[in-house]
């Protein structure tokens, strides 16, 4: 069945995106504590400021330093 097969690579592809999240949110942890704007930060991991508040507000980090 082919079935099966897509949802392995499916799986493979979930892990891969956490791992480069789990990167993301280390830099944007990182950038925050320096006293960095979301904007800055946005703009230097390129992403947008939505990006970056959204991954803050999951990380219970106080946005506004």
């Known amino acids: 069945k ?5 949802s392995i690579q499916t799986v493979t592809e979930c892990d891969l995106l956490k ?5 993301q949110l280390e830099q944007i942890r990182k950038l925050h504590g320096q ?3 979301n ?7 390129n992403l947008s400021p939505a990006t970056v508040g959204k991954r803050l507000k999951g990380m219970d ?5």
Do not use: Y
């Open 19 to 23: 791992n480069g999240d789990n990167m």
């Open 2 to 6: 082919s079935h099966s097969l897509n």
């Open 35 to 37: 006293g960095m704007s």
């Open 39 to 45: 904007r800055k930060i946005a703009e230097e991991l």
């Open 61 to 65: 980090v106080d946005e506004n330093g």
